[in-house]
């Protein structure tokens, strides 16, 4: 297992390597966020550990120009106690897992081993089905450059679908996805709000998005299938 430790405090960098290489892995150390980039697209590492308060762009900057860039090495960020802030941003920005510091080193090998089961492949923090983009976390989506302007209910109901682009999803699915069970229990609250979501995803831009499958429920039409 390969694995790089982004981490400015010479101190901590060693005893990161140390410990480390002592498990069996094979570490190598950036100092600053531009070593770190070089090294992260040009090696695929395992995992990857990103300190946040490092000189010049911070881990959590780092870890969204990483994803933009397609890599996506499992990243646990290793932050300060009690910046909340810093680890909410830090999985936003589309890090994995976080260790607060001091950590006991037990901890660390246990959560590098929890990240390394999980399969490895795009796990942007934003979503996105050829030029529509779904951002969950600020709650915000876009066809292209325009912002979508969407009611709470219909950006839970335009996420089910971006979450599952080119599927058929059933009425029940939807339901299941965007409402809760306080949902108002009208029959064809689906359709509906289907109706709403293409009045403001498609109908704008000449497109036809959201398809009706007939008897079986709709579909977001994926234009490009890319396998990854
Ligand atoms: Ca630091």
Known sequence: MRVLVVEDEEKLASLLRRGLRRAGMAVDVA???DGALTRATSTDYDVILLDVM??????????????ERDVWSPTLMLTALGEVDDRVRGL?????DYLTKPFS???LLARIRALTRRP???????????????DPAARRAWRGEVELALTAREFALFEAFMRRPGEVLSR???LEHAWDESYENRSNVIEVYVGYLRDKVDRP?????LETVRGAGYRLRQEEQVIA
């Open 92 to 96: 936003d920005a589309g890090a994995d």
């Open 105 to 107: 080193f037990e901890e």
């Open 54 to 67: 490092l000189p010049g762009r911070d881990g959590i900057e780092l870890c969204r120009m990483l994803r």
């Open 205 to 209: 831009f000449g497109r036809n998005s």
């Open 172 to 174: 029940f699915d939807l």
């Open 120 to 134: 490895v492949g795009p796990r942007s923090a934003i979503l996105s089905v050829d030029d529509l983009r779904l």
């Open 31 to 33: 100092r600053d966020g």
